[in-house]
């Protein structure tokens, strides 16, 4: 009896010596490290909010090159409107905050490169309806190529936290499309000023060439957001 109640003590301890340590709970993230990371994904949402805003506007511009249709052009102005108020919203959070998930100088670079893009997508616009411009092919391949650029610009941004190099990437691409606008650009002024007959056609030439330096200058600030973006990548890894 007494070997009995031995061996089941024994067969207890083991058992008690087998179970799993408790689990640690997991420690709660601070408040100040909730409210810094919270204040990093806010930036990054503005600008891409600005970015996504940049792409539609792209989109209308391409569409109206094709068909010139007043209300395509109005949603181009209600974009350039809309991307204006997220660049003063991100400025307004930029001035009062302190730590910023890069420098702050990058962040007001960028948001202004990608504003100044859809601004010279709608001056486009404006003064093809003011002057009466009518649009050609070579408008119609410098936006459509601008377009891309602009989606590469807003991939860089989504990717510029989790994926650094991606976004590298993608900023590489955009400064590619920049470049290719620039090619139809001296393309388009070289069939421009080709065969001038009349005092009729030279006013028509610089009609159209107002309108072909709106599209360079927002390729221009595209090649400039993509900089900005390399350099970002280059600051963080």
């Given at each position: 009896m007494k070997q009995t109640r031995k061996s089941?003590?024994?067969s207890e301890e083991v058992s008690a010596g087998e179970l799993p340590a408790p689990i640690a709970a997991p420690a709660k993230e601070s408040f100040f490290g909730r409210l810094f990371k919270k204040r990093q994904n806010l930036f990054v949402k503005l600008i891409r909010d600005q970015a996504q805003t940049t792409l539609e506007g792209m989109d209308a511009l391409c569409e109206y090159l094709v068909n010139q249709d007043p209300a395509v052009a109005a949603k181009l102005r209600a974009k350039e409107k809309e991307a204006d108020e997220a660049r003063r919203i991100l400025i307004y959070e930029l001035n009062k905050t302190f730590i910023t998930p890069f420098d702050r100088e990058d962040i007001f670079a960028?948001?202004?490169t990608i504003d100044d893009v859809i601004d010279y997508a709608y001056s486009t616009v404006s003064e093809m309806e003011i002057l009466k411009v009518k649009p050609t092919s070579f408008m119609q391949r410098m936006a459509s190529l601008l377009r891309d650029a602009t989606y590469e610009l807003l991939m860089a941004v989504s990717r510029l936290?989790?994926?650094?190099?991606?976004a590298s990437e993608h900023a590489q691409r955009a400064k590619a499309l920049e470049n290719r606008v620039e090619g139809v650009y001296r393309e388009a002024l070289a069939d421009l000023f080709t065969g001038a007959e009349d005092i009729k056609h030279v006013v028509k030439m610089l009609k159209s060439r107002e309108v072909?330096?709106?599209?360079?200058?927002?390729?221009?600030?595209?090649?400039e957001a993509a900089?900005?973006?390399a350099d970002i990548v280059v600051k963080i890894t």
């Open positions: 089941t003590k024994a960028l948001s202004r936290e989790e994926y650094p190099g991606v072909y330096r709106h599209l360079s200058n927002a390729a221009d600030r595209g090649g900089d900005v973006l």
